[in-house]
């Protein structure tokens, strides 16, 4: 999938309204067309990863291995070293999820272009900058309606929620889940660590075994409710694994 083609993925992703939507009008993921799970791999860890609860994401992978895989995959190096880096966390801390970097850079690619949509990038620090930030979810046609949650701190709107940062969290569905991969004292949904450990967080909190077909698809669907968005994660999953 192009550059131009995983931005027209991400209107899409934030037409459907994003991350941790309810389930209001959605049919059973079972009733629809799931991809099966993807092999779900995990990356060559570094020397720090024996102690990976105590390390932040960035600093687990192998660098050798992260440098040879962005070169490979054409994934920005400090986007691919919080995804590596959260898939080696929760091997540790939930190693019954089996969940692979790999997926959730199927995730980050169509939610934001690694964190690279209309200019944005993460900096050495992680953080992406400028912020993205969704569409209102204000029930206009092909939006679900949200009414601000969180008062516009997360996604500067006190009317309605939208979708933040590079993986594209709901106010709500951050609240509950939020990490914090870097381990700097907080959890923030612009810092590509943080946003990518909440996400194999809320993956392997609603679909327990992604190893597993149902468990994916539970996975995907929470995260996700459109069979065209997990086909486009499973098909990146695929090739960046290959």
Excluded: K
């Amino acid at each position: 999938m192009t550059a131009t083609s995983r931005a027209a993925a991400l209107t899409t992703v934030l037409l459907l309204a994003g991350c941790g939507v309810g389930e209001r009008g959605w049919p059973s993921p079972l009733e629809l067309d799931y991809p099966p799970a993807p092999q779900q791999l995990l990356p060559e860890a570094g020397p720090a990863a024996g102690s990976a609860d105590a390390t932040p994401l960035a600093d687990l992978t192998d660098p050798g291995w992260l440098r040879e895989t962005a070169e490979r995959t054409g994934i920005p190096r400090r986007a691919l070293a919080a995804y590596a880096g959260a898939s080696l966390r929760l091997a540790r801390t939930d190693p019954e999820c089996g969940l692979g970097w790999n997926t959730l850079a199927g995730i980050g690619a169509v939610e934001s272009v690694h964190g690279s949509y209309l200019g944005a990038r993460a900096d050495a620090d992680g953080t992406v900058r400028p912020p993205i930030i969704g569409i209102p979810l204000d029930g206009s046609e092909g939006v679900m309606e949200i009414l601000d949650t969180d008062q516009g701190e997360l996604d500067g709107d006190a009317e309605w929620d939208r979708a933040v940062g590079p993986m594209q969290f709901i106010p709500t569905t951050w609240d509950e889940h939020a990490q914090d991969g870097n381990l700097d004292g907080r959890a923030d949904p612009h810092q590509i660590d943080d946003a990518a450990l909440t996400a194999a967080a809320y993956l392997c909190d609603r679909g327990g075994d992604v190893t597993t077909d149902d468990g994916w698809t539970d996975a995907l669907a929470a995260y996700n409710r459109s069979v065209s968005y997990a086909h486009d994660v499973a098909g990146l999953a695929e090739e960046y694994g290959s």
